[in-house]
């Protein structure tokens, strides 16, 4: 069941697409004075972005102030947010915050946009208050095919390394642009393993808790974009492709929110340093098989295990296999195909590290959206499995 006042929003936003529709800010920009443009430093300038910044700027001068956020973290800790509002602080009355980069940048400008909006004294009272919403227009340009952030109403920060879910509806963006050639520039690593998390996303929204018709539809157009453009020789068809995926797995997720495979990933990301995307794929083909035996007894309440049964009985048509063990198969294949290893110890991490990371991986909000309900032990076998 989508949570109040979510799901109604998700077509608010204006969305943009196709080659060269950043220069879409042309018409967007105008109606506005003060701009805040929150950027990736690392992604900026190689994805052509800053350039054609440079001449919006010439071209909309009088009109149009910019001022630049610049981020390169790849987890957002709370103490870097604080940081950044104090940049925004100096910049008056802002009519229009832009995010361009991957989903840590698009969620700093999410919460910079809720502390702004609320004239909050720190940015930790964003997490503090749940109910201070965004009050402030956003416009967000994603630079990667990976978290969809740009179609959801929640932010992801970390405070002493546990994870915290912002969440609230006013974090719609106004407009979107999805333009593939901004993605040319990405190294395939980051490309793949932000691909990985769209294709969790849109797994993990068809058999979630709180999934809805609506949020299977988008999640199974995503997960089809993904297999049949994975490996397309057309390079910007399939970035476009990609882009749309991401796009349609965060709308998916917006309905439902993640579960189990998320829930585990986020102490593998904070600890160890696992970009977010293979940090969930490596769980996801063990979460899967363990879900798949759902029964009267371990099922989340709300969900009956028949709705697991058809649940998987979709992922299985999507993924064309007959069985449990095959779909756990095409998952690991698909993470190495992309060329990461299913191995826990290719990342640093040992036995040893286990418990920790078990520790940190009930994740309120994810773990009780999982359609079975997982134990410590549960949770320790699905690394072991991978160690
Ligand atoms: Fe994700």
Redesign the pocket.
């Known amino acids: 069941m989508p949570l109040p006042g979510i799901s109604g929003n998700n077509n608010r936003t204006r969305v943009f697409r196709g080659q060269g529709a950043l220069s879409h800010l042309e018409e967007i920009l105008p109606h506005y004075k003060n701009i805040l443009i929150v950027i990736d430093r690392d992604a900026f300038h190689p994805c052509g972005a800053a350039e054609y910044f440079k001449l919006l700027e010439e071209k909309l001068a009088g009109r149009c102030t910019f001022h630049y956020v610049s981020y390169a973290g790849k987890a957002l800790p709370i103490e870097d947010v604080e940081g950044k509002y104090l940049e925004v602080k100096q910049y008056g009355e802002l009519d229009l915050i832009t995010a361009i980069g991957g ?1 840590t940048v698009i969620d700093l400008a999410k919460i910079l946009a809720i502390a702004y909006s609320n004239a909050c004294e720190s940015a930790a009272d964003v997490l503090a208050s749940p109910s201070l919403d965004n009050r402030v227009d956003l416009l967000f340009i994603p630079t990667t095919a ?3 952030s740009e179609a959801t109403t929640f932010a ?1 920060v970390y405070k002493d390394k546990v994870k915290y879910s912002i969440d609230r509806p006013g974090l719609l963006p106004a407009y979107t642009i999805l333009d593939p050639l901004l993605l040319r520039s990405l190294p395939a690593p980051v490309l793949h393993a932000t691909v990985l ?2 294709l ?2 849109a797994i993990e929204a068809i058999w979630a808790r709180a999934s809805t018709a609506e949020a299977k539809q988008y999640a199974q157009n995503a997960v089809r974009l993904i297999l049949d453009n994975i490996e397309s020789q057309n390079p910007i068809e399939r970035l476009s492709q990609l882009q749309e995926a991401s796009h349609l797995a965060g709308k998916a ?1 917006n309905i439902t929110r ?1 579960t189990l495979p ?1 829930s585990i ?1 986020y102490p593998l990301t904070s600890h160890f340093g696992v970009p ?2 293979i940090a ?1 794929f490596l769980t996801l083909p063990g979460a899967a098989e363990l879900n798949y035996y759902t029964t009267g007894e371990n099922v989340q309440a709300g969900v009956s295990p028949a709705d697991v049964e058809k649940s998987f009985a979709l992922l299985f048509s999507l993924f064309e296999v007959e069985d449990i063990k095959a779909l756990r198969e095409r998952l690991s294949s698909v993470i190495v195909r992309l060329g990461f290893s299913m191995r826990l110890r290719n990342y640093g991490i040992g036995e040893a590290d286990l418990s920790l990371i078990v520790d940190y991986a009930f994740t309120k909000g994810r773990i009780d959206n999982n359609p079975r309900q997982a134990s410590r032990d549960d949770v320790l076998n699905i690394l072991k499995e991978i160690i």
Do not use: C, M, P, Y
Request: hydrophobic share 30%; charged share 5%.
């Open positions: 989903g990976g978290t969809g992801v998390d769209a969790a996303q997720i993640t998320h990933s977010h995307g969930v």
